[in-house]
């Protein structure tokens, strides 16, 4: 009968060794896994920008006023953009229709009608073939008389 117990303790104790053992192998290779180095991601087109907001200060009432966002593409395929989109009518936006080559510079102009005394904040959404599929740029400013 003590046999049986001690017997059955040895075998006990040389299962939970094996368990710990195979675990431990288990998260030996987990970390090798993770460790493994991933393929460079690979770079599409981009935009560089030299700022993506632009301050007027003061201008006068009804005079527009435009402000010119310079870009480089520092991807490795032709940026493409495909819309500007103003948030709101007193806003236009002019953009290159044509791609811009990897390393080439471009510009977007934002104009302001400037129809509304006061302070004002105004956004232009492009949408272009980038990683991030769309770029806001951003104009703030007050009209005074």
């Known amino acids: 009968m003590i046999r049986q117990k001690l017997a059955m303790i040895m075998a006990l104790v040389v299962l ?19 460790k493994t180095p991933t393929a460079p ?12 907001k632009y301050s007027f200060g003061k201008i006068k009432h009804n005079k527009p006023a435009t402000a010119t966002f310079s870009f480089v593409n520092e ?7 495909t819309r500007a989109q103003g948030s709101c009518g007193c ?3 002019k953009y290159p229709k044509d791609p811009i ?14 129809a509304v005394l006061g302070s004002f904040h105004k956004t232009v959404t492009l949408t272009a073939n980038t990683a991030n599929a769309t770029t806001v740029l951003s104009i703030t400013g007050e009209v005074i008389k």
């Open 91 to 93: 806003t236009v936006a």
């Open 41 to 52: 991601k690979v770079l599409k087109a981009n935009f560089k920008w030299q700022n993506t």
């Open 101 to 114: 080559m990897p390393g080439q510079k471009g510009e977007i102009t934002a104009a302001y009608n400037a």
């Open 16 to 34: 939970a060794g094996l368990t710990v053992f195979a675990q431990q192998i288990a998260l030996s290779n987990t970390e090798a896994t993770i």
């Open 75 to 81: 991807g490795n395929e032709p940026l493409i953009i």
